[in-house]
T-cell receptor
Framework: AQSVTQLGSHVSVSEGALVLLRCNYS??????LFWYVQYPNQGLQLLLK??????LVKGINGFEAEFKKSETSFHLTKPSAHMSDAAEYFC????????????FGTGTSLTVIP | DTGVSQNPRHKITKRGQNVTFRCDPI?????LYWYRQTLGQGPEFLTY????????KSRLLSDRFSAERPKGSFSTLEIQRTEQGDSAMYLC??????FGTGGRGGYTFGSGTRLTVV
């Protein structure tokens, strides 16, 4: 079975500070991992994904994440927060089943303080 | 690529009424998914289609829920005899193939339909 745990439902950072959003997963098969961002009253937008290959993946808007198998983690980082980064962030794992369904975490709300 | 379109954006209905939502996926995408997102939670899988075939349904999809994709293009999700617990954001997503086997990786989500049952 697959599941995702996002530590910290709310994270606040100062503008220009490092953003670190934590994600740990549980998967019985090699996982495919994703980070999505959701702005108020909007759908989810893909930030980045890990499927195979390089474990450090870069996404849009300066975000990146590193897949660490030994720690079953896929934390999201950004060196310098911008006001426009304030949003809800979801980590997801796919089980590679034919259905290809995603299992999402409960989300982390990021607040950026000016 | 005009994105995934969902209509209506908002729906308020009285308990016991039937509601229907529509999703128009990206035109070349053969897979279409429905998810439900309640307040403070991540999206939960409901069902998916490959072309017109509904291939998987979650246990969350009670017999009051039905989804169709008649011509492998747009899809509808109907909820009969709505209950207050059905209040949620209903998200549609589409994809081309299965990532890792030629797909683009990840889904493209629509903006969702927010259902409020009063």
């Amino acid at each position: 079975a697959q599941s995702v745990t996002q530590l910290g439902s709310h994270v606040s950072v100062s503008e220009g500070a490092l953003v670190l959003l934590r994600c740990n997963y549980s998967s019985s098969v090699p996982p495919y991992l994703f980070w999505y961002v959701q702005y108020p009253n909007q759908g989810l937008q893909l930030l980045l994904k890990y499927t195979t290959g390089a474990t450090l993946v870069k996404g849009i808007n300066g975000f990146e994440a590193e897949f660490k198998k030994s720690e079953t983690s896929f934390h999201l980082t950004k060196p310098s927060a911008h006001m426009s980064d304030a949003a809800e962030y979801f980590c997801a794992v796919s089980d590679q089943s034919p259905g290809n369904q995603f299992y999402f975490g409960t989300g982390t709300s990021l607040t950026v303080i000016p | 690529d005009t994105g995934v379109s969902q209509n209506p954006r908002h729906k308020i209905t009285k308990r016991g009424q039937n509601v229907t939502f529509r999703c128009d996926p990206i035109s070349e995408h053969n897979r279409l998914y429905w998810y439900r997102q309640t307040l403070g939670q991540g999206p939960e899988f409901l069902t998916y289609f490959q072309n017109e075939a509904q291939l998987e349904k979650s246990r969350l999809l009670s017999d009051r829920f039905s989804a169709e994709r008649p011509k492998g293009s747009f899809s509808t999700l109907e909820i009969q005899r709505t209950e207050q617990g059905d209040s949620a954001m209903y998200l549609c997503a589409s994809s081309l193939g299965v990532f890792g086997t030629g797909g683009r990786g990840g889904y493209t989500f629509g903006s969702g339909t927010r259902l409020t049952v009063v």
